[in-house]
């Protein structure tokens, strides 16, 4: 199994990023998916999740700011990034379920200047 995303890369404050993240391998199913994100010196935090059937949780400084989506046919979650500050800054990692173990990307780096 392997999660692969893309989408990152640098953006000025204000701007917007979508973010991928495709699952592939020999794959039964998958269930929630999970953005995480990184920032340097700091720990890793659950940015959003959205479960098989498309129940969504967003961490409180994201809400209203990102959308995290997926697409079950293509194996593959989104989350659409808005109203980015440098805050934002980081690498945003995908987090899947899959089968009876989880996985996760090697991670997307997220730079937001001021």
């Known amino acids: 199994v392997q999660l692969v995303e893309s989408g990152g890369g640098l953006v000025q404050a204000g701007g917007s990023l979508r973010l991928s993240c495709a699952v592939s391998g020999s794959i039964i199913g998958i269930g929630a998916m999970a953005w995480h994100r990184q920032a340097l010196g700091e720990q890793r935090e659950l940015v959003a999740r959205v479960t098989y059937d498309g129940v969504t949780y967003y961490a409180d400084s994201m809400k209203g700011r990102f959308t995290i989506s997926r697409d079950n046919a293509k194996n593959t979650a989104y989350l659409q990034m808005n109203s980015l500050s440098p805050e934002d800054t980081a690498v945003y990692y995908c987090?899947?379920?899959?089968?009876?173990?989880?996985?996760w990307g090697q991670g997307t780096q997220v730079t937001v200047s001021s």
């Open positions: 987090h899947a379920e899959v089968d009876f173990t989880t996985a």
